[in-house]
C-alpha cells in the first residue's frame, strides 16, 4: 500500500475548486458548485490532495451507506453477522487533476479513503464504490475492489484490508 504524494486535507476556502480539469465534467463542476453545501448539509465529507497551498491535485467524497448482505460474495459473507445490511463507507467520487493523471494518485487517494473507514470510530464493514462506467469499475478492480452480485457497476473491499 503506497502513502499518499501530496497532503491530503479538508477542504477550505483559500483551495482553488475553480480550476480542476479530471477529464469527467460532472466531478469537475461538483468540486466547484456543489461539495460545499454537501458538506455543510453533512451529505458528503470530503478530502483534497494538494500540489501546493491552493492547488486541488485530486479528491474524493465519503458518507455512509449499507449494502445488503445477499450482494456479497459467500467468502466475505461468511464472516459476516447474518443482519439484513452490512454497514457501508461510499466513496461517491474519486477525481484526479489530469496533470497528475498516471502518477499514483487515485490510487494513493483511495488507499487514504480505506484507512480513513479502518479507523474511524464509526463500524464500516466495507468501502464501496459506484463506478461511472465499465472503465472505472476497471480501475477499481485493478486496485482489488470486488463486484456486487447484481450491481457490477457497484464495486467494494472490505476496510479489514487495511490496517486502521
Ligand atoms: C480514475 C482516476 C481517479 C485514476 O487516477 P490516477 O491518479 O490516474 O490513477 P493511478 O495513477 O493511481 O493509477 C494506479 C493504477 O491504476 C491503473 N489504472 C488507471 N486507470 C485504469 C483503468 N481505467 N483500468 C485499469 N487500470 C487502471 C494504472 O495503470 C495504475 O496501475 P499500477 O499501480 O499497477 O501502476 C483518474 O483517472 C480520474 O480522475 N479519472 C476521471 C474521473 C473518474 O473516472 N473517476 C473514477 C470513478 S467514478
Known amino acids: 500500500m503506497i502513502g499518499a504524494p501530496f497532503p491530503i486535507a479538508m477542504p477550505d476556502a483559500v483551495h482553488d475548486r475553480s480550476q480542476f480539469p479530471c477529464g469527467t465534467p460532472a466531478l469537475d463542476r461538483y468540486l ?3 461539495v460545499s453545501q454537501d458538506i455543510r448539509r453533512r451529505a458528503a465529507a ?14 474524493y467524497s465519503l458518507s455512509t451507506a449499507s449494502v445488503p448482505l445477499a450482494n456479497l460474495p459467500d467468502p466475505v459473507r461468511r464472516k459476516l453477522p447474518r443482519y439484513a445490511t452490512v ?5 461517491g467520487r474519486l477525481a484526479v487533476d489530469v496533470q497528475f493523471k498516471g502518477d499514483g494518485l487515485g490510487g494513493a487517494l483511495m488507499v487514504n479513503a480505506l484507512r480513513r473507514a479502518a ?13 461511472k462506467d465499465e472503465r472505472a469499475a476497471t480501475f477499481y478492480r485493478h486496485h482489488g475492489f470486488l463486484r456486487l452480485r447484481d450491481t457490477p457497476l457497484t464495486l467494494f473491499l472490505p476496510v479489514a484490508t487495511v490496517a486502521p
Do not use: T
Open 87 to 91: 454497514p457501508a463507507i461510499r466513496m
Open 119 to 131: 479507523s474511524s470510530e464509526i463500524a464500516a464493514v466495507v468501502l464501496g464504490v459506484n463506478a
Open 32 to 34: 466547484r458548485e456543489q
Open 46 to 59: 470530503c478530502f483534497v490532495a494538494l500540489s501546493d497551498a491552493r492547488r486541488i491535485a485530486g479528491y
